[in-house]
Nanobody, 115 residues
Framework: QVQLVESGGGSVQPGGSLTLSCAASRDIVSFSVMGWYRQAPGKERELVAAMHAGGVKNYADFVRGRFALSRDIAYASLYLQMNSLEPGDTAVYYC?????????WGQGTQVTVSS
């Protein structure tokens, strides 16, 4: 069983920045996809950004160049640098990893953007 542990969430004012971290319990290179999703109250979970095998990245349209996805293989970690945060970014952010037919999820970390 793979464990994914998120950290880095918090409360910031509009225009602020946060970096989310996702630490995996094993080597991340073998995952076919790793990414971040988010779920706001009353809304469905949606993809924020994902990194595919080989390092190819894709971002949701609402990111608009504000977020950057990266990974550190040595630390088995995935990161999401979030800049120019808006109130609409308020949500629980989840780390996800796919290994063949299996998909793993972290427990989520709350991000609140409010003045």
């Amino acid at each position: 069983q793979v464990q994914l542990v998120e950290s880095g969430g918090g409360s910031v004012q509009p225009g602020g920045s946060l970096t989310l971290s996702c630490a995996a319990s094993r080597d991340i290179v073998s995952f076919s996809v790793m990414g971040w999703y988010r779920q706001a109250p009353g809304k469905e979970r949606e993809l924020v950004a994902a990194m595919h095998a080989g390092g190819v990245k894709n971002y949701a349209d609402f990111v608009r160049g504000r977020f950057a996805l990266s990974r550190d293989i040595a630390y088995a970690s995935l990161y999401l640098q979030m800049n120019s945060l808006e109130p609409g970014d308020t949500a629980v952010y989840y780390c996800s990893a796919r290994d063949g037919a299996r998909e793993y999820w972290g427990q989520g970390t709350q991000v609140t953007v409010s003045s």
